[in-house]
């Protein structure tokens, strides 16, 4: 408890992490306290900070119990039945539109696992926040984590007839500086968009609209709607483009695809839960995307 307090910063977070209420969490640090005869925390109305003593007592704990952390997952694996509880965080347009089902299915293989599952686009420290793996799309930046490749994800232009027949088809990237652009805000540079020339070269174009979303499903609408252009994953994109609500643009132009990939801390002994897991992505996601399916 103590080193959950530590990594979460507060008592109720840590509680929440080891399924346990606050009350009862302060009361083993206590416990902890007592035994040891040294303060470990410092408690306010507002915060827990570590004393020095706390410090030092938690940089030579924490390697201790991974340690028992390993070993135990090395007796469970041994048996190699998947079982436990297993943290997962996701992109949230990706996960709910596409992961779910995976994971529904992943949930009736294996009724002895306990899914948790965490949609947001913040990039998570699995480690420091106590998750056993992630789905990211994108480059993979963090050295400390071993990736999985499941797919890729073309990124697309798209746009509506109505839109198309009021302003005009792009035919070369240069031509969006004439368009309405609608920015997905999730996009680190999200006016400015990228495209591969026909020789393979890379290129950034810089565009500008009056429709801002921090969400792709958002943008797509807005596309949909007539009001502008969108960049957009192919996996948002796929129903619109079977249907003909809208249509892709600059095909000879787009982007070099993003991977998906799983992601996992380094450990000597992968828990059976987390490698049943990317095994059952992997095998999901083999081939060509299924919403890649009738473009």
Known sequence: MFVAVMETGSFTAAAARLGTSSGQ???LVSRLEAELGVRLLNRTTRAVSA???GQAYFE?????LEEFDILDLSIKNSAQVPRGRLRLTAPLTFGTMELTPALNDFAMRYPEIDLEVSFTDRVVSLVDEGFDMAVRVGRTEDSSLIARKLCDVRIVLVGAERYLARRGEPTVPGDLAGHDCIADTNFREPNLWRFRAADGEPLAIPVAGRLRYSNAEACLQAAEAGLGLAYVPGFVAGPALRTGRVRRLLEAFEPAPF???????HSRHLAAKV???VDC?????????HWENDW
């Open 259 to 265: 991977g998906v990939h799983a992601l996992y801390p």
């Open 51 to 53: 004393t020095e003593a």
């Open 281 to 289: 992505l992997i095998e999901r996601y083999r081939g060509a995307p």
């Open 25 to 27: 969490a302060s009361k």
């Open 275 to 277: 490698r049943a897991l």
């Open 60 to 64: 030579r704990i924490r390697p201790l």
